[in-house]
């Protein structure tokens, strides 16, 4: 299966960036970084992604709007076709618009057990707080700042005469497990069948008067009291193949379909000629195509009425 790519953002040292790009040289790692990106030509991290064959952008943020620099980032990163991206001491705030490009596909890691101590000079507030631990957080980046939802956290114990400094170096230890861990488990959740079958619920439950049901043992969608326009195949008779079912115009669609792609394409048993399936399991999934695929699939078996409805809807 294809890694996942993963660009990472830093300002300083890019100790966790190191940490990443070791973790990633195991056979075994679902992630490769593709790219280290800074706004400090001078960072450490850069020198060092350099040495190890990685790719590197660097573009200072004096004298731009926080809007032109995210841009330039965006831009570099969609050239290195990033998938994920992993802020590791990007010390930017970013804009809504950058974020929202890359909305659950951007993690941060952040030294503190969050909530507590969002922003800077967290061990210091640790200790002055009188705290038994403090920690990292790996979490989802949000629009606003060290707050969006926590993915993990390592707490680590303060000790009697610890100063921020001397937590700040345990707490390291325990960023560099924790990150890479973390990024390797959210990359590969999206190669599992309940994630698969969460994106196809999305798409098939957006459809108008669409409700899901469970038939010949797989969950299957279909028009509220009506014909079924998309089925969930996992594993179905142990084909040890997931895939998406969905209607077609007939056989001859059916062949040309898995003439064109036949990894991809197949004829489902039992359901003939007016249905085809689509490999959810290849590693590659285009979910705006799949999406387009479903909503295709329930104008084939909604009622002509509903159907001219939701045009005239679209018009507006
Ligand atoms: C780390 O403490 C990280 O938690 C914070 O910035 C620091 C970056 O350190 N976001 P490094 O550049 O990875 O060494």
Request: with cysteine; aromatic share 8%.
């Amino acid at each position: 299966m294809a890694k996942a790519r993963v660009a990472v953002l830093i300002s300083g040292t890019g100790t966790n960036m190191a940490a990443l790009l070791y973790a990633a040289k195991a056979a075994e790692c679902p992630y490769e970084i593709v790219l280290v990106a800074s706004n400090n030509p001078d960072a450490a991290g850069l020198k060092l992604a350099e040495a190890e064959g990685i790719a590197t952008f660097a573009h200072p943020h004096k004298g731009l709007s926080r809007e032109a620099h995210d841009g330039i980032m965006h831009d570099a990163l969609v050239a290195a076709k990033t998938e994920f991206v992993a802020l590791a001491g990007y010390m930017r705030i970013l804009t809504p618009e950058f974020v929202s490009q890359w909305e659950g596909r951007m993690l941060n890691i952040h030294p503190s057990l969050l909530p507590k101590y969002k922003g800077l000079h967290t061990h210091e507030r640790a200790i002055e707080a009188g705290d038994s631990h403090g920690g990292c957080s790996v979490h989802l980046v949000t629009a606003e700042l060290d707050d969006g939802p926590i993915l993990q956290q390592t707490p680590v114990a303060i000790l009697p005469g610890d100063t921020a400094d001397s937590l700040a170096a345990r707490v390291l230890i325990a960023e560099h497990q924790l990150y890479s861990r973390v990024l390797a488990q959210w990359v590969a959740r999206e190669n599992t069948p309940e994630y698969w079958l969460n994106r196809v619920r999305e798409h098939a439950l957006a459809q108008a008067e669409a409700d899901e049901v469970a038939s010949h043992g797989m969950p299957c969608f279909g028009i509220i009291g009506g014909k079924k326009f998309a089925y969930f195949s996992h594993d179905h008779h142990g084909d040890g193949r997931t895939a998406l079912l969905v209607k077609i115009s007939g056989a001859e669609e059916q062949a040309m379909l898995i003439e064109q792609d036949e990894a991809r394409y197949f004829r489902p048993a039992y359901f003939g000629d007016g249905w085809v399936g689509i490999r959810l399991d290849l590693g590659d999934n285009d979910w705006d195509h799949i999406g387009q695929w479903i909503a295709k699939s329930w104008r084939a078996v909604a009622s002509k009425k509903l159907v001219k409805l939701l045009d005239i809807a679209d018009e507006f």
